[in-house]
């Protein structure tokens, strides 16, 4: 595991969205160089707990990458998720949206396709276009791998964060474990 801690600021006036936008690029391109072997990138934002299956579910799904080329990311987090309708922790499912509150990109296609061309502002919603995707979809569980603690941020207030963020719901058994022939 290689954590990419990054202290670089720019001086001057610099927008919240581009500071961001930078230190995802920075991240992730930190995150391959460092580890030239990897062929997978995890990035987890600091307001994050993680699931005990966290990092074995990554496992497990990253072979979804190798046997099936319209997978654009894999995800920890269900926007949907919330308690009491989320219930099966074994359930995968796909989408054309990107969910970006932990995720794994494969290095391919960071390096070939969205390194090249990051933008140097809202990296969420550009990543999420059409045109990055190429009809690919995201895979993400039913239940959740994460939970999100952060109640301010940068587009997150106490009301955002207790109507779309404190109800999801994230798997906490650790005895739970996920299988390839389950996320088939």
């Known amino acids: 595991i290689t954590l990419v801690l990054n202290t670089n600021k720019r001086g001057g006036r610099v927008e919240a969205h581009e500071e961001i936008a930078r230190h995802y690029k920075f991240t992730l391109t930190t995150l391959f160089d460092s580890n030239p072997t990897s062929e997978y990138g995890i ?100 239940i959740s791998r994460n939970y999100n603690t952060g109640s301010k941020g940068m587009h997150v207030d106490d009301s955002f964060y207790n109507r779309f963020l404190r109800d999801i719901k994230h798997n906490t058994d650790s005895a739970m474990k996920l299988r390839l022939t389950d996320a088939i």
Request: aromatic residues 16%; proline residues 5%; negative net charge.
């Open 43 to 142: 990035i987890v934002e600091d307001d994050m707990i993680v699931s005990p299956d966290f990092f074995e579910y990554f496992e497990v799904t990253g072979g979804l990458y190798r046997i099936d080329p319209s997978i654009y990311c894999i995800s920890t987090w269900n926007d949907n998720g919330f308690s009491g309708r989320a219930k099966d922790a074994k359930r995968l499912l796909r989408s054309d949206f990107f969910m970006g509150l932990g995720w794994m990109v494969d290095r391919g296609i960071y390096e070939r396709e969205l390194k090249p061309h990051w933008p140097s502002r809202h990296w969420d919603h550009w990543i999420r276009a059409d045109a990055r995707r190429k009809g690919r979809e995201c895979v993400y569980p039913e």
